[in-house]
């Protein structure tokens, strides 16, 4: 296969963590025969140095035209703490969501059996746990009118949604769903919100279509206390922009694996992969960020274009330098730290 | 001290629970020479099925004339999976906080040392766990503009915040701060909301007036993440309607003593109390349920009234109760287990 990904570093930590997933993926194409182009494009606070703003056009312009974009993290701590700023990385942010169509933010949660003691719950709530959350991602209040009235007083934001795009979404659900184990919870805060309301209607009325999913419904604050108290009673979870913003980022830390956790981004035309942790600005350059959840999220890219046996090699990989102890020192628990580069050039040795 | 207290029972287990509450109440009364008079009114599903609405004129009558409301618990599984049933109890919820104006929500959250096991958290992640939200309950997106456009295909809800709600509620939260350990956290979503971005100006307009308290500001889904990590070290946290409602409950299973924690509705005028736990349709009338939640409710009651001693007293009680194993099942674990109104007993005698 020729593959042209859009390799959008970032900031912080990115440039370094995106080095080992494209080293990996290289010995990926090499083993199975296939030719990736990288197209390096700047993002995040690196860009707003470079050009004034967080996701130029010729940014754009690299991912629609890719077949995927691989991403590394942005944020910077000098935007920190002035919300207000005249020009911010998360716009950037939303923006590239919004402009690729990334409706759809695939967030698993899983276990690795030899970092469940790392959990701030015990074992016996979270052993087993594999969910997923799809969060919708270009909708809701996020992307609704916005403003102030009343001299400045006054401040307002819109949450709207439609029929198709939850349709969409969830069809998402439906289909992922019967793919495991054929659970899927709605979350949303029917008994108060009109927009979840239409959420869960829609949903009712999809369920004829995958008869053989079973569908539940929870209110947000319900899901909130069960992720802490029994995560592993959750499969596949889909919600609205902010719950899912919520939620997902709650779910992060319940497995003690969150420095490993991938993530995906789902457009009509073109899907994003990156870790879901930050940019992590105290650890640039020092080679001990953990690359293995930016390779996690190569593997989901490559299980993306159907090549399933790719993707299995890479978390195959992962679980042999877990094993081995071939970690970074946020896993290393006193034992070896392994740099950054030297783990990724482990994993790429070992495809 | 003359009191006028209207007593909502409510739903399921409500009843039994604010039995224990009065005769424990009414134990202090007696002790410290004060006059109780309670005027029961309906509320929830038991008022729907009475008078056909779930927070009826003559209720509102009885809680705007009464110095305070104990309140029990409401809702009833006929009205659960159908959020668009055209009455339901939780309608009567948000009048009932609309019309009295209970404005801030405080939900306490903290370990018992005998439960610390209960909890799905570690114990070394919740002890000395001691923390309070500060919930806006009367604006924000429960009570904004909502409603279908496009032939019911599109949905809308409308957040909406004035400078003087959010003032009104930090100023709450600063003087809370102040007679704990002097911190307050912010709770918002600036990087995308206009709303928050009113509440996060707001509350740093008034860090001069209260030089002692030493403010943080953090993303409500950086918190939904710390929360889990580590709950011990937040102290008061102030925030708005519906990330209060997420918030709180999660914060409520990580002490382990989620049926022991009571709440607070401040409004301008008249305030209420109630325990956090739900209606428990399943125990209903089996003198099962735990009271001491709803005990520990009238205990703040007292408090708020200034009657420091009265709080003190029956919170001793409590602890008093649980040393001696004096409690219903769902604390017993595997020993002998009270009923609700041996519970309740116990903790009137030792008054
Ligand atoms: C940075 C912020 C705008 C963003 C969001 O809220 O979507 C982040 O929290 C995320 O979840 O990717
Ligand atoms: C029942 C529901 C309307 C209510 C809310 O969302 O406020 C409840 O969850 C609560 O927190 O008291």
Request: glycine share 14%; aromatic share 10%; net charge negative.
């Given at each position: 296969m020729k593959l042209n990904i859009a390799l959008l570093a970032g900031d912080g930590i990115g440039p370094e963590v995106i080095d080992q997933a494209v080293k990996v993926s290289d010995a990926i194409a090499q083993k199975f025969g296939h030719e990736i182009t990288w197209k390096p494009a700047l993002t995040g606070a690196a860009a707003i140095d470079a050009v004034g703003e967080p996701y130029p056009d010729s940014t754009h312009e690299v991912c629609k035209n890719a077949d995927a974009v691989l991403f590394g993290a942005i944020g910077h701590p000098k935007y920190d703490n002035d919300p207000s700023a005249p020009v911010r990385p998360e716009q950037g942010l939303l923006k590239m969501r919004k402009a690729l169509g990334l409706f759809a933010n695939v967030r698993p949660t899983f276990t690795f059996p030899s970092l469940l003691d790392k959990s701030p719950l015990k074992r016996e709530r979270i052993e087993g746990t594999d969910l997923v959350f799809l969060r919708e991602l270009t909708g809701g209040i996020y992307f609704g009118e916005k403003g102030r009235r009343d001299n400045g007083d006054t401040a307002f934001d819109n949450c709207v949604y439609t029929r198709a795009e939850v349709q969409r979404l969830a069809k998402k659900g439906f289909e992922l769903a019967m793919t495991r184990s054929k659970k899927l919870c709605c979350v949303d805060k029917a008994n108060v919100l009109e927009t979840s309301r239409l959420w869960r209607e829609t949903v009712q009325a999809m369920e004829k279509d995958y008869p053989e999913v079973e569908v539940s419904y929870e209110f947000v604050d319900a899901v909130a206390m069960r992720l802490v108290q029994w995560?592993?009673?959750?499969?596949v979870l889909i919600t609205e922009n902010l719950f899912g913003d919520i939620l997902t980022d709650e779910a992060s830390?319940?497995?003690?694996s969150m420095g490993l956790m991938p993530s995906a981004s789902m457009g009509a035309e073109v899907s994003l992969f990156e870790p879901?942790?930050?940019?992590?600005p105290q650890a640039t350059?020092?080679?001990?960020?953990?690359?293995m959840a930016t390779v996690l999220s190569a593997a989901m890219m490559f299980e993306n274009f159907g090549l399933m046996e790719e993707g299995k090699a890479m978390r195959d990989a992962v679980n042999k330098a877990l094993e081995a102890g071939v970690v970074t020192e946020d896993l290393a628990d006193g034992g070896k730290a392994y740099g950054t580069k030297e783990v990724g050039d482990w994993l790429a040795a070992n495809i």
């Open positions: 995560p592993n009673s959750y499969d830390v319940i497995s003690g879901i942790h930050g940019s992590y350059g020092l080679n001990i960020a953990n690359p």
